[in-house]
């Protein structure tokens, strides 16, 4: 629990605790009895080729990259955000791109011993780092795990050769294999992200990629919808896709496959066997609390009367000068009270088992009923299910998840 300091207190006439405390409360402040676990994301911020979908923050490396300033930069940015998250532990780290496998295996050292020296971590963290194919070395790989990765979390997005090529992705299917194997031998927790609706793509070729990476035994699937982001090539120049029915059909196909083979399917993407769900993103779908250091990144932090949002410089020469200079967060917010209840929905509502009713008083700060009109009416449209106990999308709610979404913005 997190004691509320109360001020200035006067001694008057005497008042509960609790309505002392409101009183010294700005104007629609917020009342968390508890903070939420903190998670750590680190950005890198290189790829080795961007791929036309891709609208994450990456830069094509074009050659070497500045390993050591860039790590340095984020030693720096991890030092100067401490105060925001004095006395809490960090209970899972991901380490995200771009391309974090690009990084050699002593800067890899590097970076998680830096975590270590300025952070106290969980003893049984998770620590997850993206890898893509086309830059698996087994040598280097035994050496990211010996520094301290636990789980990797690896792009396939197929293992069809030409729907790699369509994709824009460097490795091929060979590769997508030799790295699955690594992985293997390796690690005994990772993850496999493959895409479906791909250019061309049919039913069959979308099963076959399914039962290959199935195949592999792997404790965790990601399996997206291919999607037409804005300011990609993509959607500038969009490929031949499956039609909505097709990529249904696959959709259905998915789950059907993926129960059979018994893995949980927990969130919108995402399939788990027992015990295997991802713990960091998790987090982000129960509206925890994460620091983001690093080109780009984001953090949502939470104080007892608040909640803060952070956005770094994304260009990594300007994330880089702005650490050296003492500050390189170049956004910062509070998220108000009015999108408070969105911002929670947002990601809860991609959680397939649903949240209980009280998890939205312990992150926001506020009573459930500031949503109940939104409830009501998502309910009214079946697009959701609640009652004491659980709030869950139906099934409808999951196929039409925007547009349940956005029933909670504020009017």
């Given at each position: 629990m997190i004691p509320i300091k109360v001020v200035g207190a006067p001694?008057?006439?005497?008042?509960?605790?609790?309505?002392?405390?409101?009183?010294?409360?700005?104007?629609?402040?917020?009342?968390?009895?508890?903070?939420?676990?903190?998670?750590?994301?680190?950005?890198?911020?290189?790829?080795?080729?961007?791929?036309?979908?891709?609208?994450?923050?990456?830069?094509?490396?074009?050659?070497?990259?500045?390993?050591?300033?860039?790590?340095?930069?984020?030693?720096?940015?991890?030092?100067?955000?401490?105060?925001?998250?004095?006395?809490?532990?960090?209970?899972?780290?991901?380490?995200?791109?771009?391309?974090?496998?690009?990084?050699?295996?002593?800067?890899?050292?590097?970076?998680?011993?830096?975590?270590?020296?300025?952070?106290?971590?969980?003893?049984?963290?998770?620590?997850?780092?993206?890898?893509?194919?086309?830059?698996?070395?087994?040598?280097?790989?035994?050496?990211?795990?010996?520094?301290?990765?636990?789980?990797?979390?690896?792009?396939?997005?197929?293992?069809?050769?030409?729907?790699?090529?369509?994709?824009?992705?460097?490795?091929?299917?060979?590769?997508?294999?030799?790295?699955?194997?690594?992985?293997?031998?390796?690690?005994?927790?990772?993850?496999?992200?493959?895409?479906?609706?791909?250019?061309?793509?049919?039913?069959?070729?979308?099963?076959?990629?399914?039962?290959?990476?199935?195949?592999?035994?792997?404790?965790?699937?990601?399996?997206?919808?291919l999607t037409m982001e804005p300011n990609t090539v993509f959607a500038k120049y969009p490929p031949a896709l499956p039609d909505d029915d097709a990529s249904a059909d696959m959709q259905d196909m998915i789950a059907e496959t993926m129960t059979a083979a018994g893995f949980e399917h927990y969130e919108v993407s995402a399939y788990a066997r027992p015990g295997r769900r991802g713990r960091h993103n998790v987090n982000y779908w129960e509206f925890g609390d994460y620091l983001g250091i690093g080109a780009g990144a984001h953090s949502k932090i939470s104080f007892p009367h608040r909640v803060l949002r952070q956005a770094r410089f994304k260009q990594p020469e300007s994330f880089i000068n702005a650490a050296r200079a003492g500050n390189p967060v170049q956004e910062e917010h509070e998220i108000a009270r009015a999108d408070m209840g969105f911002e929670f929905m947002l990601n809860t509502l991609r959680l397939t088992g649903g949240f209980s009713p009280n998890l939205f008083g312990e992150r926001t700060g506020m009573g459930i009923n500031a949503i109940d009109a939104m409830l009501d009416a998502a309910e009214a449209k079946d697009l959701l299910y609640r009652d004491h106990m659980i709030i869950r999308p139906t099934e409808l709610g999951q196929r039409f998840l925007n547009d349940l979404q956005q029933m909670f913005l504020a009017g």
């Open positions: 001694a008057a006439a005497p008042r509960s605790p609790a309505a002392s405390a409101l009183q010294y409360l700005k104007p629609g402040a917020l009342n968390l009895t508890a903070l939420p676990p903190l998670s750590l994301y680190i950005h890198f911020p290189w790829c080795v080729r961007k791929c036309p979908y891709c609208d994450f923050n990456s830069h094509e490396a074009r050659g070497a990259f500045p390993e050591q300033e860039y790590l340095d930069a984020v030693r720096l940015d991890l030092e100067q955000s401490l105060p925001l998250i004095w006395g809490r532990k960090i209970h899972t780290v991901f380490i995200g791109g771009g391309t974090p496998s690009l990084m050699s295996a002593q800067g890899l050292d590097r970076l998680l011993s830096d975590v270590r020296t300025l952070l106290p971590l969980e003893i049984d963290a998770e620590i997850t780092m993206e890898a893509n194919p086309g830059t698996f070395e087994a040598e280097k790989f035994k050496s990211f795990r010996a520094s301290g990765v636990n789980r990797l979390s690896i792009g396939i997005q197929s293992f069809n050769a030409d729907h790699l090529k369509a994709l824009g992705r460097i490795h091929d299917d060979n590769e997508a294999r030799r790295a699955v194997e690594i992985a293997h031998a390796n690690f005994d927790n990772f993850n496999l992200d493959l895409m479906y609706a791909l250019p061309t793509q049919t039913l069959e070729q979308a099963r076959q990629d399914l039962g290959t990476a199935l195949s592999f035994a792997p404790p965790h699937l990601s399996l997206y919808h």
